[in-house]
């Protein structure tokens, strides 16, 4: 008996064992299923989703030679760029992360399209990895259109240009600076044939940024290649390679569209603000005494005055405001002191400038992106 008791015994343990190894075999597995394995993506228009929540493409349309993307649940990286195309044109490509609508790719559970008017925020953030040996610039692509539209190109494309390496511009020509989200700007504006183009360009490379698009859209809308009944259709951020670009990441990104009343003067709430510009002019010179007034019932803070001077104008000094640009389109913003415009208060800043030719006002203005009406 004892040799089959001993038989039996080793039965168990070898049981015991293949247990013990089926056990850790289907942990393995688990772990393995668990841990989402990096996707990579060569088609020309390629695409997937992460995080349940973007889509992130390939977006390869200026050239014939292999591009590919390697895709995780935070962002990609751009594992394969041949081949290259003139830095005085258009790039080969836009591998990108978005939020929104792209040529009827929706990414999954998005509020875009969303008019301009409904939307009072829309923060979003990125982090970028740049490689020196190739010639490109990181960018967000913020589209709109006066229709909802999901497929083809939108009206106004707005770049946000956070570096660029090589000589390449932006379309266009350089129409002054801005100072945008607290940070200050290049502006470019102009058009590739296909739609109008506004470009801001940082003044040095930036790594990573949280910030508001709709500061962004708001500066579209003063420069009047926008208006606050169109439509906000996605909101991408990736990279435009004419050269080489492997290497290249975005390492994360979140964007929000949020909804719902921001207060007068801005999209979100309705036209609730007046403008009185009064001047003194004498030739070749002129002051104005500019007065904004919240006509609406909920306070703004930290106002932004829009308007486009007449041509022959240029302003030279201005008090109790910031100015943005000194001829041509440019902004007005409060200082420390004036920047809550209670309900029913006015702020009243000065301005003075050269002149040439007959002297005009301007001839509109808008307060954070929407329209005035003027005393």
């Not at 009243?348 to 050269?354: A, D, N, V």
């Amino acid at each position: 008996m004892r040799p089959s008791t001993h038989h039996a015994r080793g039965a168990r343990g070898t049981l015991g064992v293949l247990l013990t190894l089926l056990v850790s075999l289907a942990a393995l597995l688990t772990s393995a299923s668990g841990a989402q394995a990096d996707t990579t993506i060569c088609e020309t228009y390629g695409s997937t989703t992460i995080q349940g929540r973007y889509v992130v493409q390939n977006n390869r349309w200026g050239t014939s030679a292999t591009q590919c993307i390697s895709v995780n649940d935070s962002g990609f990286r751009i594992t394969q760029a041949d081949g290259s195309v003139p830095t005085n044109g258009a790039p080969k490509s836009y591998p990108s992360i978005f939020n929104g609508c792209h040529y009827t790719n929706c990414s999954p559970g998005t509020n875009l399209p969303a008019q301009l008017s409904t939307i009072s925020s829309a923060p979003s953030s990125i982090s970028f990895s740049y490689v020196n040996n190739a010639v490109y610039d990181a960018a967000y692509d913020i589209w709109l259109d006066p229709t909802p539209r999901t497929d083809g190109v939108n009206r106004t494309e707005i770049m946000i240009w956070f570096n660029k390496v090589g000589s390449v511009q932006p379309v266009g020509s350089l129409v002054g600076n801005a100072t945008v989200g607290g940070r200050n700007w290049q502006v470019w504006s102009g058009n590739n044939g296909s739609n109008d183009v506004l470009s801001f360009v940082a003044p040095s490379a930036m790594a990573s940024w949280n910030f508001d698009v709709m500061d962004f859209v708001r500066q579209a809308v003063s420069r009047g290649l926008a208006q606050n009944n169109w439509y906000l259709t996605s909101i991408q951020a990736g990279f435009e390679p004419w050269q080489n670009g492997a290497g290249l990441a975005v390492t994360s990104f979140s964007s929000t569209v949020n909804k719902g009343s921001s207060g007068p003067g801005t999209p979100g709430g309705a036209t609730a603000c007046k403008v009185a510009y009064a001047t003194n002019a004498w030739q070749g010179g002129f002051t104005a005494d500019v007065t904004v007034t919240n006509t609406g019932t909920t306070p703004v803070s930290g106002w932004k005055l829009a308007f486009t001077l007449p041509s022959g104008q240029q302003f030279t000094n201005a008090w109790n405001a910031t100015l943005s640009g000194s001829s041509g389109a440019v902004t007005a913003s409060s200082v420390s002191h004036n920047s809550e415009l209670a309900a029913g208060s006015q702020a009243t800043f000065g301005l003075q400038g050269t002149s040439s030719g007959t002297f005009t006002k301007p001839s509109a203005f808008s307060l954070n992106g929407t329209a005035c009406t003027t005393a």
